[in-house]
């Protein structure tokens, strides 16, 4: 999987770097102690030297990016698995390096910058993307909802994955047209939700096919 992909993880790796550089440039703006960790309404409670707060976070993600395409890479089924859906598995990281990396930056900078509604605008959008994917994916054990339910049955897997892929879309959507009133407890609802109905729906499903 790394050697099909390696053009595109080099690249995707490049990209979550790419903060460590914008943070060297900013060095001197930047002061001693940086934000490394936000509280549900925002606000910074987690505070670490310059350098762990610009090197810390792109090499932590870079160490999960390349360890999630390694894992991916040992899955039985991974002929199964699409170049758009490994597309996605590559481009999380990156995204939510910028992302990040961003809002550490531009907090530390005293910048206006509403952290709890940037984050569930994130949040939102990458939930409608997934959910544009998964009802794509075929089955296998790295990518989707992995259930006995979906893993015994291509029928349930398939059924279960276009249930969640609209799930997930109407989710993102909802998060991000209530991200200005920055309820943590709404945003935790919907994403508990978005969890649950595919996963009852496919149990359901599942009983279905076995009363057959």
Same mark, same amino acid.
């Given at each position: 999987?790394?050697?099909?992909?390696?053009?595109?993880? #080099?690249?995707?790796?490049?990209?979550?770097?790419?903060?460590?550089?914008?943070?060297?440039?900013?060095?001197?703006?930047? &002061?001693?102690?940086?934000?490394? /960790? +936000?509280?549900?309404?925002?606000?910074?409670? $987690?505070?670490?030297?310059?350098?762990?707060?610009?090197?810390?976070? @792109?090499? +932590?993600?870079?160490?999960? /990016?390349?360890?999630?395409?390694?894992?991916?890479?040992?899955? &039985?089924?991974?002929?199964?698995? =699409?170049?758009?859906?490994?597309?996605?598995?590559?481009?999380?990281? &990156?995204?939510?390096?910028?992302?990040?990396? $961003?809002? #550490?930056?531009?907090?530390?900078?005293?910048?206006?910058?509403?952290? =709890?509604?940037?984050?569930?605008?994130?949040?939102?959008?990458?939930?409608?993307?997934?959910?544009?994917?998964? @009802?794509?994916?075929?089955?296998?054990? =790295?990518?989707?909802?992995?259930? =006995?339910?979906?893993?015994?049955?291509?029928?349930?897997?398939?059924?279960? /994955?276009?249930?969640?892929?609209?799930?997930?879309?109407?989710?993102?959507?909802?998060?991000?047209?209530?991200?200005?009133?920055?309820?943590?407890?709404?945003?935790?609802?919907?994403?508990?939700?978005? #969890?649950?109905?595919?996963?009852?729906?496919?149990?359901?499903?599942?009983?279905?096919?076995?009363?057959?």
């Amino acid at each position: 999987m790394i050697k099909k992909n390696l053009k595109l993880l #080099i690249f995707t790796s490049v990209i979550i770097l790419l903060p460590i550089l914008a943070g060297l440039i900013l060095w001197d703006k930047l &002061p001693d102690e940086i934000p490394v /960790h +936000f509280n549900a309404q925002g606000a910074a409670d $987690g505070w670490a030297g310059k350098e762990f707060g610009i090197f810390g976070m @792109p090499l +932590f993600l870079l160490a999960v /990016h390349w360890l999630c395409t390694w894992v991916t890479g040992l899955d &039985p089924k991974k002929k199964n698995i =699409s170049q758009k859906s490994m597309g996605l598995v590559l481009w999380i990281c &990156p995204a939510t390096s910028l992302f990040v990396n $961003g809002i #550490i930056y531009a907090y530390a900078l005293n910048s206006k910058i509403d952290i =709890s509604t940037a984050c569930t605008l994130f949040f939102g959008v990458l939930f409608i993307i997934i959910g544009n994917y998964i @009802p794509k994916c075929k089955q296998n054990y =790295s990518i989707g909802i992995k259930i =006995s339910w979906t893993l015994n049955s291509e029928k349930n897997w398939n059924y279960t /994955h276009r249930l969640a892929g609209k799930v997930w879309v109407i989710g993102g959507l909802l998060i991000i047209a209530t991200s200005f009133l920055n309820l943590v407890w709404l945003f935790a609802a919907i994403t508990i939700i978005m #969890i649950v109905i595919p996963v009852i729906g496919s149990y359901l499903y599942y009983k279905k096919e076995n009363k057959a």
